[in-house]
């Protein structure tokens, strides 16, 4: 019987897909109601935001920082790109995390947690370009590590672990691969391919184990109690192209037992590959169960009271809600897998990604639709067991300008989930601010869903493609952002300038207080390796200084107390002027300082 109702519905959807797409969506007016709402639509010049934003960066390989719900950007922290207003892929100090590669996509930044809510202390986000995790301190809101995730491709849903603590995370791959990917062997085989589910120690940033699985893994999650993660898979048919990958009806959400896979480590159950701890999750091992659920899911989203998981499927028009409690009966084979699912309803035309309210409300995006659809959980639960007919969980639609991919509410990852700010993360803007040409922005729509009903509040033109993004309660994060570093936490910090010379290396440490740095000229000789170690010794919050080296592709930033270095070959002979970048003094122009490069005598 589902075979023929989901096999109808995909049909009907896909053509949906198309149209919309070539259509390039509605034209929908918004209503925006005369509504009590318990929060504000407004920041006041002056007044500070509720929210700190985390907005992942798509190709930008960034994390941006706004403010909810002024929706104001306050910074861009590069992660896996090159950016001059810190120095990022610049100085000596990130070239050593970025090894080289500079292009990046990060997809979905979440926090650290403890016991069910954020501690404060670090960011995550991935990179699906280059199969790579990068953690940011929030103290500094900067990025500290960067690794790479071996056997994984298109390395896309990252979540840490919720309970008790961030010691895990895990990252899924998107798209399968040979294991291992050499190039030897059948590489046109698409069905000999795997998918690997990593779980990564947050602390460490090091790979414990990799559970290898017959499909691809998109979307991660984890639970409230410390057991699960979760992972949507649309892809079992190992299908290398998109007729291939719709094959089957049903595909699967995934569910991995954490205390399974810690007792596989510790039997030795495992292989090792490339020195990767290589565990064994085809379905009906002990380690991973595999809930079928409507074909081609993307989003999986943990309900802030720990009991449920929503997944959605991109061509069903319903979304699938699993109970978590049953799933320990499921591993232990006193259920089927499908037992573990509670309701089914229906919502709308392409839901993607659910949120929370934290009042037993779901939220999720309808991409085809262009809607947000808050829904009721229990009612969906209740419905499915009664099997009513003509009755629906769904409370209230708000149309969105237009296409939306994911969708997060304040807190919502949390078990604070507070139900008072939505974010619709719109695709296509089409024609809701200026034009300025092919590409472009996205639109990031501010919702409030303090009300039964959900007022539309804020455009907001988002540069391409945020995909995903967290809102974070002030007060976890504001009292733990400083104003500086410890000067001595980097190792090269100088409070004298001094130039060292061995053989044709020079390093040349110098101070930056403005409106000055601690030497006014250096002299190379044309091919020396020279390092300049800055330190900037402002104590004054907000007085950054830059050191921009004229003709050498050299300029970065350095904040109160910190301290960046650079090594070049000075292969340009001449006078070449280190100036300072960033407006510090009212003598700022005159920051700046000669580098002499002697020319080599003429053989
Ligand atoms: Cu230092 Cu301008």
Redesign the pocket.
Same mark, same amino acid.
């Given at each position: 019987m589902f075979r023929n109702r989901w096999a109808i519905r995909t049909a009907l959807l896909i053509g949906a897909i198309a149209g919309v797409l070539a259509a390039g969506g509605g034209v929908f007016t918004a209503s925006v109601e005369a509504q009590k709402t318990t929060t504000r639509h407004e920041v006041r010049p002056g007044e500070l935001d509720d929210y700190y934003g985390f907005w992942s960066g798509g190709q930008s390989g960034e994390i941006r920082v706004l403010g909810v719900p002024s929706m104001r950007l306050f910074k861009r922290i590069p992660v896996f790109n090159i950016d001059c207003g810190s120095g990022w892929g610049i100085t000596n100090e990130s070239k050593a995390l970025l090894k080289g590669t500079f292009v990046g996509d990060t997809h979905h930044t979440h926090g650290s947690y403890k016991n069910g809510t954020y501690d404060g202390k670090y960011l995550f986000v991935n990179d699906k370009a280059n199969n790579r995790l990068a953690r940011i301190r929030i103290d500094l809101l900067e990025t500290d590590a960067i690794i790479s995730i071996p056997h994984c491709q298109g390395t896309h849903g990252t979540f840490p672990q919720r309970f008790p603590q961030t010691d895990w995370l895990v990252m899924n791959s998107e798209f399968q691969v040979p294991l291992t990917n050499d190039g030897t062997g059948d590489m046109r085989n698409a069905k000999a391919y795997s998918g690997v589910h990593t779980i990564i120690d947050a602390q460490k940033m090091e790979v414990v184990c990799q559970i290898v699985v017959p499909t691809n893994l998109d979307l991660a999650a984890t639970d409230y109690k410390g057991l699960y993660s979760f992972a949507t898979s649309y892809n079992p048919e190992n299908g290398a192209t998109v007729s291939e990958m719709l094959a089957n009806d049903r595909d699967y959400l995934v569910v991995f037992n954490w205390e399974a896979i810690r007792a596989a480590l510790k039997g030795g159950t495992y292989k090792v590959v490339n020195g990767v701890k290589m565990l064994d999750g085809k379905p009906g091992s002990s380690l991973a169960l595999y809930i079928p659920v409507p074909k081609n899911p993307h989003g999986v989203n943990i309900s802030p009271d720990g009991k449920y998981a929503v997944c959605s499927g991109k061509v069903s028009p319903t979304a699938t809600v699993v109970e978590i409690d049953r799933i320990a009966d499921a591993f232990a084979g006193k259920i089927k897998p499908m037992d573990c699912i509670v309701a089914e309803p229906e919502i709308g035309l392409g839901p993607l990604h659910t949120t929370y309210d934290g009042r037993g409300n779901a939220y999720t995006s309808l991409f085809i639709d262009s809607q947000i659809v808050k829904w009721n959980i229990q009612k969906a639960i209740d419905i499915y067991k009664s099997q009513k007919k003509g009755e629906t969980a769904v409370v209230d639609r708000l149309d969105i300008h237009y296409q939306v991919g994911h969708t997060m509410a304040s807190m919502a990852e949390t078990k604070e989930a507070d139900g008072k700010y939505l974010i619709s993360l719109n695709k296509i803007s089409k024609d809701r601010f200026l034009n300025v040409g092919p590409i472009k922005p996205e639109n990031d729509q501010l919702v409030d869903i303090s009300g039964e009903k959900m007022v539309l509040v804020e455009d907001e033109p988002a540069y391409i493609e945020p995909h995903d993004c967290i809102m974070v309660r002030r007060d976890i994060i504001e009292p733990l952002v400083k104003h500086r570093p410890r000067m001595d936490e980097h190792p090269l910090a100088t409070t004298k300038s001094s130039v060292e010379r061995k053989g044709n290396k020079v390093t040349v440490r110098l101070t930056?207080s403005?409106?000055v740095y601690g030497m006014q000229e250096v002299t190379v000789n044309q091919g020396d390796e020279v390092t300049f170690i800055v330190t900037n010794t402002d104590e004054i919050p907000d007085l950054s $200084?830059?050191f921009c080296v004229s003709n050498y592709n050299v300029n970065f930033v350095v904040g109160p107390y910190q301290t960046k270095s650079v090594t070049f070959v000075a292969n340009k002979p001449g006078v070449h002027w280190i100036y300072?970048t960033?407006?510090?003094?009212a003598l $700022?122009l005159e920051?700046r300082m000669r580098f002499m490069v002697k020319a080599r005598a003429k053989a």
């Open positions: 930056a403005a409106p $200084h830059g300072c960033n407006f510090c003094h $700022h920051m």
